[in-house]
């Protein structure tokens, strides 16, 4: 509403004194200025809380916010790029110039980021961690307790031994899980990887020498156990899969990183354009 009074004030002016009217272009476009400002932020604070929300829907719902803000903080730069065309001084349209570039490339940093924060692949890998394979390594240990209590005296120490040595290694694999889906480096995941995949060899291992050292009953108990150990494999290899797109991590990475560099130098120049502008006042009253 304000834009069209405003319109409408330089149409009447049209016929007056052209200081009048280059006052009034340039107090719109330190008005134009100032929300770019507050458009800038509004944008880049929904960007951060679309890569820091713990739902898909929480993640959206950031990401049309920012893209809404953005959308409008560049419709303001075409209407003070034409202000500045006819009022500008070589200073002020460089300056805006530079905004230009620093915004376009902040722009397709955000088309990059938005997406990737929309997926929540590290916290989707998250509560596979802490629900269902936590589910399965605890129903795990159960079925073994009870398998081993089966063994007779004569092998009940080896028989336990061998259960609490595929527990350990499950839990192994359960300790770096965590750090998995927090890590950033391809070596460093594939280096956990390969000590997840050595912790499971060794469970089998242990598993599969269990039968002969137990009772009939403790069968079905031992079969219970082997249907969770493949169930814990399962979830831990799609969690694999959901850590390694990493999504969160990379897309927080870059937005402390060049996306933080790239909103500092557009409101650097914002302001520049800003305190530009107030000089024209100044020179007026002179």
Do not use: W, Y
Not at 113 to 134: D, M, Y
Not at 182 to 200: F, G, I, L, V, Y
């Amino acid at each position: 509403m304000a834009r069209v009074v405003l319109a409408l004030i330089l149409l009447a002016l049209a016929g007056c004194d052209s200081p009048s009217v280059a006052l009034l272009q340039q107090m719109d476009a330190q008005r134009l200025a100032a929300d770019m400002r507050v458009q800038l932020h509004r944008s880049t604070e929904a960007v951060q809380r679309a890569i820091m929300a713990d739902t898909d829907e929480a993640s959206n719902g950031f990401a049309r916010e920012a893209r809404e803000a953005a959308d409008t903080l560049e419709a303001d730069r075409g209407a003070i790029n034409a202000l500045l065309a006819d009022i500008g001084s070589p200073q002020e349209k460089q300056l805006a110039q530079d905004f230009g570039t620093a915004f376009s490339r902040l722009r397709d940093l955000d088309r990059t980021l938005l997406p990737l924060a929309a997926l929540n692949t590290n916290v989707k890998a998250q509560r596979l961690s802490f629900g269902p394979a936590r589910d399965a390594a605890d129903a795990l240990r159960d079925h073994l307790e009870r398998a081993a209590q089966s063994a007779p005296p004569r092998s009940a120490v080896r028989a336990q031994l061998l259960a609490t040595r595929v527990q350990l290694s499950v839990r192994e694999m359960q300790a770096l899980q965590a750090p998995h889906i927090a890590e950033a480096d391809d070596a460093a995941m594939t280096r956990m990887e390969q000590q997840m995949a050595k912790s499971e060899a060794a469970a089998r291992a242990a598993l599969a020498e269990l039968p002969p050292l137990l009772g009939s009953e403790g069968a079905s108990e031992l079969a219970s156990a082997r249907e969770q150990l493949d169930r814990f494999a399962q979830t831990q290899r799609e969690l694999i899969t959901l850590s390694r797109t990493n999504s969160e991590v990379r897309s927080l990475a870059a937005a402390l990183g060049e996306k933080r560099e790239l909103t500092a130098a557009c409101d650097a120049a914002l302001i520049a354009i800003r305190d530009e502008l107030a000089k024209h006042g100044s020179r007026a009253t002179r």
